[in-house]
């Protein structure tokens, strides 16, 4: 079943790339002004597709489609419902809810820094743009998020009878002689989610903008352990985003890594729930049995719950499991499952320490990202 929906939509993405909008006959126009990307410091370039150039039409474009409702089916839900900017475009649930009220079987991930991620979904390895991603909440039918499945044309037409929306698709597509196509929706929404830069954390603060009081004692402990070599913690959250699978300007070879993290072993041979095998659902190879990309950690305070499928509540509980090697390894009499992570072997904190960490792991929060008004529902925040 996976791999057909993933056949389904590389088709659909192949449709939307040629149906792009043919360039308007009546030659070039001017491009719209370049994006200012506002880095934050030590924050390379993110790279971007070559067929979607950012600008701050589109972007604009983008914010405003990001939380337009009529991107539903049933009117009922928007980009935004799923992804709030309060928790770092996450929304709090054990399992997301789409429009039509399904429930989903994975946890709805956060959008900070998404520009810079290779991997866009838990665990699908064929998914690596924006913009064929795009395409999965938009018409997917397991499970439904928005809900139009094979209703494209309607969904144009909804947004082609709105002058005003028309107009803003001109200014962001000015060389398309249709602007408002499956295309240019993608694009625009997936430059306004590449514009989501999170990088003034009091861990920003203190690391880049030398303020050696804007971590406490106990972060600055933490942040000891999180590097050292009993947690490992950094093997698989590294780097400026705390991610492994990261991607910048600068970068020669994008990766893609996943992980097994010991979170189930149901036959003692490593096997996952039936319901989500992980990255295996794609490759059938067994040694992907429960591999999921390791998420970024930045505003991890405010994305629980955590793990693929939202089945560990808190960071404290987050800890004990990797400190336990694996939470599976209690149902099996100690030992680990033969295909987890080899840096999920365990470990010792002492409550102090434990603490300690999160305590650091409270630092990664961007306060001011998570209520900058440039990433706001415009109907709320213009």
Not at 220 to 249: I, M, P, Y
Not at 283 to 298: N, V
Not at 350 to 365: G, M, R, Y
């Amino acid at each position: 079943m996976a791999r057909r929906q993933g056949q389904a939509w590389k088709a659909l993405a192949t449709v939307a790339l040629l149906g792009a909008g043919c360039a308007d006959p009546s030659g070039p126009t001017e491009e719209p002004v370049p994006y200012d990307w506002k880095l934050p410091a030590g924050f390379p370039k993110p790279r971007v597709p070559e067929d979607n150039p950012m600008s701050e039409a589109k972007v604009q474009l983008g914010r405003r489609l990001f939380y337009d409702k009529r991107l539903s089916l049933n009117g009922t839900q928007s980009c935004g419902s799923c992804h709030e900017q309060a928790r770092a475009f996450t929304d709090g649930r054990v399992h997301a809810v789409g429009s039509t009220g399904q429930a989903h079987r994975r946890n709805g991930q956060g959008l900070a820094n998404v520009a810079y991620a290779t991997s866009l979904t838990w665990a699908n390895s064929a998914l690596t743009t924006l913009e064929a991603q795009a395409l999965v909440p938009l018409f997917g039918r397991e499970p439904v998020e928005l809900g139009f499945a094979d209703q494209q044309d309607v969904l144009l037409e909804r947004l082609r009878a709105d002058p005003d929306l028309t107009a803003r698709f001109a200014e962001a597509f000015p060389n398309e002689a249709t602007p408002v196509s499956l295309a240019t929706l993608t694009r625009a929404l997936s430059a306004f989610e590449r514009s989501l830069i999170s990088g003034t954390s009091p861990y920003d603060r203190y690391l880049y903008g030398k303020e050696v009081d804007a971590l406490s004692p106990a972060a600055k402990r933490g942040l000891q352990l999180f590097l050292s070599e009993r947690l490992e913690c950094d093997h698989c959250h590294s780097g400026f985003n705390f991610q492994d699978a990261t991607v910048h300007e600068a970068t020669k070879e994008p990766v893609l890594p996943y992980h097994n993290t010991g979170l189930y072993n149901e036959d003692g041979q490593g096997a996952y729930p039936a319901g989500d095998t992980g990255l295996f659902e794609i490759t059938f190879r067994p040694d992907d049995m429960g591999r999921f990309k390791a998420p970024s950690l930045r505003n991890v305070a405010v994305t629980g719950p955590y793990m693929h499928d939202g089945s560990v509540e808190t960071l404290s509980d987050v800890l004990d499991h990797y400190a336990a090697g694996g939470r599976a390894r209690a149902a099996n009499g100690g030992q680990p499952s033969p295909l987890q992570s080899a840096f999920v072997r365990g470990f010792e904190l002492t409550p102090e320490e434990k603490a300690d960490v999160i305590a650091f792991l409270e630092s990664l929060t961007d306060t001011a990202f998570l209520t900058d008004p440039r990433f706001a529902d415009p109907a709320t925040v213009p």
